[in-house]
């Protein structure tokens, strides 16, 4: 069998997505690498507007790159889901799809990702600032299933739904280990009742009002659909990433410009194997 590894970039690679470089989060490799593109002796001068769409793009694969080199994978076997249907759909990467999309970070409009043993080294997962990202895994059955819990997609109860895409491999919830990235802690607040709360039993003490703000547990709102299925093989990574200076916090990037980028939270099952 194959053990799954866990792996999560924090802000040691820079920014894992494209859409959020900036001046501000360049690790001295990216510095290095607009440098050598624009023919440039320093950066003085040099502005946000300045750094192009390829720029970003090559920025991003280096980012990728050396996080692979760190958790001994490769960079261009990396697949998110775009969650555009929002509805608790999933998508298993395949060995015929790594085949067909050699470069990873394909367009996938499902919610779930999953993997099974049959590709051992790619990886699934998410890049966040704030919001946690539910990783369930069956070792014996060899299945692994991701999502990106944000408040919505909390509210549409995803964490039950990444569970039910476990089921249809068979997977009971005696065997499931579950894993719950860093997050925004229970500091993160609302001026206001906010709106994506739609379901009142979802929020139901995980949204407290203290003083006119309103204070958002996410971890609790997740723990409680987890319970209600009865998973209790619960990890949960307690680092608030609003205050972590390891982490970005689109939260806190509002304050403070080093904040802003994404982290990248994920798992896949290692080359590796080791005896049942």
């Known amino acids: 069998m194959y053990k799954i590894t866990s792996v999560s970039s924090k802000n040691i690679y820079g920014t894992m997505n494209s859409g959020t470089v900036r001046l501000s ?4 490799s990216d510095r290095e690498l607009i440098m050598n593109r624009h023919n440039l002796n320093t950066l003085e001068g040099f502005t ?14 280096l980012h990728r790159k050396q996080l692979g080199e760190a958790f001994g994978f490769d960079g261009d076997k990396m ?19 790594v085949k067909e999309n050699p470069k990873g970070w394909t367009d996938i409009n499902e919610d779930i990702l999953v993997i099974t043993d049959k590709v051992p080294g790619v990886v699934i997962g998410h890049p966040v600032a704030d919001c946690p990202v539910v990783m369930m895994v069956d070792e014996n059955k060899g299945v692994a299933a991701i999502g990106h819990c944000g408040a919505e997609m909390i509210d549409k109860k995803l964490p039950i739904m990444i569970y039910k895409a476990m089921q249809e491999y068979d997977c009971s919830c005696e065997d499931i280990q579950i894993l719950i990235s860093a997050c925004a802690g229970d500091n993160w607040t609302y001026d206001s009742y906010p709106r994506w709360a739609t379901d009142n039993e979802v929020w139901r003490d995980c949204i407290t009002e203290v003083n006119g703000e309103f204070k958002i547990d996410l971890r609790r709102a997740i723990k409680k659909q987890l319970d209600s299925q009865g998973l209790n093989n619960v990890t949960f990574n307690m680092d608030n990433t609003i205050t972590n200076d390891l982490y970005y916090s689109n939260s806190e990037a509002r304050k403070n410009v080093l904040k802003l980028g994404r982290h990248f939270e994920g798992l896949y099952f290692n080359d590796k194997k080791v005896k049942k």
């Open 25 to 28: 989060n360049l690790t001295s």
């Open 48 to 61: 946000d507007n300045d750094i192009t769409k390829e720029d970003k793009k090559l920025i991003f694969e």
């Open 79 to 97: 697949f998110m889901a775009d969650q555009v249907n929002k509805d608790g759909s999933y998508f298993e990467i395949t060995s015929e799809y």
